[in-house]
């Protein structure tokens, strides 16, 4: 009992989903049909403050599958109440229900509070499992977008998380209709961005330098190949990778100096939390940067929808975007990457497979105790993180299925069989 009530209590502010409705039409309509075992979990809690499915009918609903324990359901709760916030005073005809994994009813209670919508109750885990398998949920956060109208299937949108990372508010009404307008207006402005669009604002028209002069304008950059470098010195894989970066940017200049052509330059864009983090890290780096709380920076994270730091974008001397994989490429290829382009990548593939072909099919490898396979993409390997470098890697590799081990061949450090031990 004693959890009925704090369920109450905490629902004093939000409300609960339950139905009155009956469960005919509730099973004519296939998304909704979940929501029918509301009706029987909740309907013996008569003294809850409820909102009725009957009250969601006609509406666009957003089913939210989250948890207060795990980081990116946090951030990503923040966003979605931001969105939820603004959709919500223009369209009453938007909502979204919380869908619940967490681990108890007290940080359940605590999430919510963050939460200005409608939640499945904690205690009713019959509901909760019901959507889960209904959705088929693989992983948190996910946001799941039924129209009204959505016997359908088509109409049920998976990527509600991506879709609002993306685009925000700008996503809704979350139909097919609405979602090729977005991509065809992204692909208008990527297709005619401008240096000066992406790097300058009202009120700045230069990029800070190291040496001097300070300041740099802009229009200096135009014909060069730009790297925009996402990073922060709080996180440890850009501590591992921007040491990397800086001898290949040295070493493609250096080249490019000699051959006479226009040079490379890289523009640290930076998510450090304060000046003095930004001010020590940026003095590791031999290239430019956005002053530290640049309000481009925003812009660019969303433009290039760059999720994850160390992230390395390549402009090309047209001003299209190159890539936006420049880090796994210089962690495959390191200087050799440039310039970045698909022809480059192309050929590097091709004297990689080259090489390749004259490894070992086996190798023991002193960082583990099995022996390791070679593999490629599409052939047992894929995408990996190398567990010896732990940086990004595709293509070849050398990998132990078992354990899930994996390490770029480049990384290999051979060893006789029985010298290891365990083996
Ligand atoms: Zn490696
Ligand atoms: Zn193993």
């Not at 936006?324 to 590097?348: C, H, I, M």
Request: aromatic content about 12%; hydrophobic content about 35%.
């Amino acid at each position: 009992m004693k959890q009925e009530e704090e369920v109450v209590k905490s629902n004093q502010k939000g409300d609960i989903v339950v139905d009155d409705d009956g469960y005919g039409s509730l099973w004519r309509d296939c998304g909704w049909f979940v929501l029918f075992f509301l009706y029987l979990e909740i309907s013996h809690c008569l003294f809850l403050r409820q909102v009725k499915i009957s009250n969601l009918k006609g509406k666009i609903v957003g089913i939210y599958f989250s948890a207060n324990w795990y980081p990116p359901c946090q951030n990503f709760t923040r966003v979605l109440a931001n969105a939820y916030d603004q959709l919500k005073n223009s369209n009453p005809g938007f909502e979204i229900v919380f869908v619940s994994s967490d681990e108890d009813l007290n940080s359940f209670n605590n999430y919510r509070a963050l939460m200005p919508w409608l939640a499945i109750p904690f205690s009713d885990l019959d509901t909760k499992r019901a959507l889960n398998l209904r959705y088929n949920i693989e992983g948190i956060p996910c946001l799941i977008v039924l129209q009204p109208d959505d016997s359908v299937e088509d109409l049920i949108i998976e990527d509600g998380v991506d879709l609002i990372y993306r685009y925000g508010v700008q996503a809704y009404p979350f139909t097919r209709q609405r979602l090729e307008e977005l991509v065809e207006k992204e692909k208008h402005e990527h297709d005619n961005q401008t240096l000066e669009g992406l790097l300058t604002n009202h009120g700045r028209d230069f990029l800070m330098g190291n040496s001097m002069p300070k300041q740099v304008p802009v229009t200096s950059l135009t014909s060069k190949t730009i790297g925009l470098y996402f990073s922060a010195e709080w996180c440890s894989p850009a501590a591992k990778f921007t040491p990397k970066l800086v001898s290949v940017y040295q070493k493609i200049n250096q080249q490019l100096t000699i051959n006479g052509h226009h040079n490379f330059e890289i523009v640290f864009v930076s998510s450090d939390h304060d000046q003095t983090s930004f001010e020590s890290y940026f003095q590791t780096m031999p290239w430019l940067a956005l002053p530290y709380g640049d309000p481009n920076i925003k812009n660019l994270t969303k433009y290039f929808d760059v999720r994850g730091i160390p992230s390395l974008v390549i402009l090309g001397p047209d001003r299209k975007t190159v890539t936006k994989q420049g880090r796994s490429l210089v962690n495959l290829y390191q200087e050799r990457a440039y310039p970045f382009t698909e022809d480059r990548k192309r050929l590097l593939e091709r004297e990689m497979d080259e090489e390749a072909r004259k490894l070992a099919k086996f190798e023991y490898h002193s960082g583990h105790c099995h022996e390791l396979m070679l593999v490629s993409e599409g052939n047992g390997g894929g995408p990996f993180i190398c567990c010896d470098c732990d940086e990004q890697g595709s293509g070849w590799a050398y990998q132990c299925v078992e354990c899930g081990y994996e390490v770029h061949t480049k990384c290999v450090n051979r060893v006789e069989r029985g010298s290891i031990n365990g083996s």
